[in-house]
């Protein structure tokens, strides 16, 4: 596992990048530092002995998934569903482009 002074802002930069999130320096000196604290308080839970330790599945026994009955119903209409749309094209919603060159 990685050290709390294995959390950079060298690694910051490279993964806020990839979320396409703008952080100032100070944010990331600050979150950094807050990562690193995580990351040394998992080091600290895999010091826990736990061979004796039976995995638990769910913290409350015998809870069940209730499924209903899957019933078709009548959806709405493309007019109904896109009357309220500010922006629409060709029946469908239109929305800005997300994705960079």
Known sequence: MAKKDDFSKENLDYLSKLALINLTEEEKERLAQELGDILEYFNKLNELETTDV????????????????DIPTKSLSNEETLKNAKHTKDGFFKAPKIIKD
């Open 54 to 69: 039976e995995p638990l599945t769910h913290p409350i026994e015998g809870l069940k998934n209730i499924f209903r009955e």
